[in-house]
């Protein structure tokens, strides 16, 4: 079920608190690329924490690199990046917009099977419990007729794909009556591709300057390392290299907020291996990430597999972690059996031998790869649409009020606990300044003495702080304060010696970490 709505509101959210705000925004702003303000930088850097620490700390044989933006160019002509790294594009002659001629496609196959769902929607109502859905689908005339048309649009675009034939993508558009969504008319362009990689040039003298491109992915950055990592580390196989960093993509329908973005951020994993061992490692770290994300808390219903039909040449397995998204179940997390072409092409254009020498089988070889590659901006996004919610709860008068919280998995909250003296005098804030600057050491802590305390609450309540600390006058006769749960808004009293055991509990990695494995 999508709900663009919440959407909006999220976004709009994200910007008010502190979290997400338009790059150069002053200037009207930059598409695609966004800020993190500062409870937005802290849940990003929750999130990278619990990331890499679940690879390095959990696994003994995954150590952790921080390679370069720019590499050598010719690491993008053996990756494949500078010959195929394309989206078909298509411009509308009347409304002057660019479009993903796939995108397109795939709208367009969308909204029949909108169709197909509306019917059985309808169907169902009319027959309740009575209705087999297999059976609807396999014997209602237009249900047929809609999901053969769908068929018959994919096969002929996976043709086209696999041949790169363009000039059937864009009959296919044609055929299909498919319009500009902005000015409704069928005056398309030729379709051409577009590659999305971004270029700049590295030198000071522009005529002699070599062009250089900004990454698209930061896993080259892996392979070209994999020798150094695997020597001076002494790694033995089966062993795994992490890295989190920024790679840049052009994309060309750039949209739904920070899901797709030109500048974004990735947290990549490489996973060597012995060839003929790939299905074995390919199935434990699929098991593995799904047990990362589930683990949060945010439902394991908003999570699911989607393998990949249409292959990469160099692919012998994909499969997506899907998530939930207000707009749909859409792609947060990719799992790849890479094979070994990527160190292969490396060891081919470098000239350099990139191989293994196994002492179990006496043998040397290319070792083959395991992936997993999940953006920080989708993981923060499907946090940040999970954990929005409004509430109706009841005030103090006995009448209700709303409220909006955000219900981040309390380890990866930017802040953990807020510390408020109910009032500004009578030795409160020195006391709330005493708690402070004992718990400031272990977490991220605000003091905050302005305003009243249920419009302080409202504030930690939407920005996901798990735990209110009020110190009243109650406070300095027994060293207790009141400690208010954000989920359940329960306020109990506890000895002020207790604090640090209570939050650490509540918002440690560690007992994230001990359910994965
Ligand atoms: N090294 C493999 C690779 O880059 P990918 O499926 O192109 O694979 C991996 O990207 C992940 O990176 C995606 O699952 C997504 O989370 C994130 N990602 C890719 N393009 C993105 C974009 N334009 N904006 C934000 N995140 C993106």
Not at 55 to 75: C, K, Q, R, W, Y
Not at 90 to 98: F, L, M, Q
Not at 352 to 365: A, I, M, V
């Amino acid at each position: 079920m999508t709900n663009p709505d919440k959407f909006k509101k999220i976004i709009a959210h994200a910007k008010e608190y502190g979290f997400v705000f338009q790059s150069s925004e002053i200037y009207d702003g930059l598409s695609a690329v966004y800020d993190y303000g500062q409870n937005g930088s802290e849940l990003k850097n929750n999130i990278k924490k619990y990331w890499l620490d679940s690879m390095v700390m959990l696994h003994e044989n995954i150590v952790g690199i921080d390679s370069a933006i720019f590499m050598h160019p010719t690491v993008w002509k053996a990756s494949g990046h500078v010959g195929a790294f394309n989206d078909p594009l298509i411009d509308n002659k009347d409304s002057k917009k660019r479009y993903r001629a796939d995108v397109l496609i795939e709208e367009h196959i969308e909204k029949i099977n909108e169709k197909i769902e509306k019917e059985i929607e309808k169907a169902q109502m009319r027959f309740g419990n009575q209705f087999d859905e297999k059976q609807f689908r396999t014997t209602n005339q237009r249900v047929i007729e809609r999901q053969s048309k769908i068929d018959e649009i994919l096969n002929r675009f996976k043709k086209a794909t696999e041949l790169s034939d363009l000039n059937e993508i864009k009959q296919i558009i044609i055929d299909n009556e498919i319009t500009c969504p902005v000015s409704g008319s069928k005056n398309w362009t030729d379709v051409r591709q577009f590659n999305l990689m971004f270029d700049t040039k590295l030198g000071s003298v522009s005529e002699d300057a070599d062009l250089i491109y900004l990454r698209p992915e930061t896993a080259q950055g892996i392979f070209v390392n994999y020798l150094n990592v695997q020597k001076t580390g002494r790694m033995k196989l089966p062993f795994g290299i992490a890295q989190i960093g920024k790679a840049f993509r052009n994309e060309i329908v750039a949209r739904q907020f920070i899901f797709r973005m030109r500048e974004f951020e990735q947290m990549e994993m490489q996973f060597f291996i012995r060839p003929g061992e790939e299905d074995k490692w390919f199935d434990y770290w699929k098991k593995n990430r799904m047990k990362w994300h589930e683990v949060l808390g945010m439902g394991d219903e908003n999570y699911r597999f989607h393998d990949h039909q249409n292959l990469a040449h160099y692919a012998k397995a994909a499969t997506d972690i899907e998530f939930n998204f207000p707009f749909g179940f859409k792609e947060l997390e990719g799992i790849h059996s890479r094979t070994d072409f990527d160190l292969s092409q490396h060891q081919e254009h470098s000239g350099k031998k990139l191989q293994y020498f196994d002492p179990e089988t006496n043998e040397s070889y290319v070792p083959f790869v395991i992936e997993t590659s999940i953006g920080v901006d989708r993981m923060f996004l499907s946090i940040l649409s999970h954990a929005y919610q409004e509430e109706i709860i009841p005030n103090n008068d006995g009448n209700t009020e709303s409220r909006v919280v955000l219900k981040i998995p309390e380890a990866l909250a930017p802040i953990k606990a807020a510390i408020l003296p109910l009032v500004k005098k009578d030795g409160l804030p020195e006391l709330a300044r005493t708690i402070m600057n004992e718990l400031k050491y272990d977490f991220n802590c605000s003091y905050e003495d302005k305003d009243s305390i249920g419009k302080r609450y409202r504030r930690h309540d939407a920005i996901g702080t798990p735990y209110c600390i009020t110190v009243d006058h109650q406070s300095l006769q027994d060293n207790t304060v009141t400690l208010r749960d954000r989920d359940t808004m329960v306020q109990k009293r506890v000895e002020i010696s207790k604090l640090a055991e209570i939050i650490n509990q509540k918002t440690n990695l560690k007992s994230l970490f001990k359910q994965i494995n």
